[in-house]
Nanobody, 120 residues
Framework: QVQLVESGGGLVQAGGSLRLSCVASGGTFSRYGMGWFRQAPGKEREFLAGISRSGGSTAYADSVKGRFTISRDNAKNTVYLHINSLKPEDPAVYYC?????????????WGQGTQVTVSS
């Protein structure tokens, strides 16, 4: 059974930075692309970033390009999302997801999410 567990969320001041982590278990992590999403109250889940299984290719939503960086460490079965210059519109539950193939999307397994809150 594949499990994804996110961590690293919390309360951060606007302008600050965070690193979210997602540890995968129950599968061969290095075979699959991974992605990060977020969902704010009353809004649809939003794709943020994706990374190929090797880490050699990445993709970002236009809304976060230049501020968010996705990376992975296949030896640790972990994918990361670095968030810089946090803004008032960033608070949400952040989720990682596993792709069905070697690149991002579509996604078949999801974590439970980690909450990010931004204080002004």
């Amino acid at each position: 059974q594949v499990q994804l567990v996110e961590s690293g969320g919390g309360l951060v001041q606007a302008g600050g930075s965070l690193r979210l982590s997602c540890v995968a278990s129950g599968g061969t992590f290095s075979r699959y692309g991974m992605g990060w999403f977020r969902q704010a109250p009353g809004k649809e889940r939003e794709f943020l970033a994706g990374i190929s299984r090797s880490g050699g290719s990445t993709a970002y939503a236009d809304s976060v390009k230049g501020r968010f960086t996705i990376s992975r460490d296949n030896a640790k079965n972990t994918v990361y999302l670095h968030i810089n210059s946090l803004k008032p519109e960033d608070p949400a539950v952040y989720y990682c997801a596993r792709g069905t193939g070697s690149t991002w999307g579509p996604f078949d397994y999801w974590g439970q999410g980690t909450q990010v809150t931004v204080s002004s």
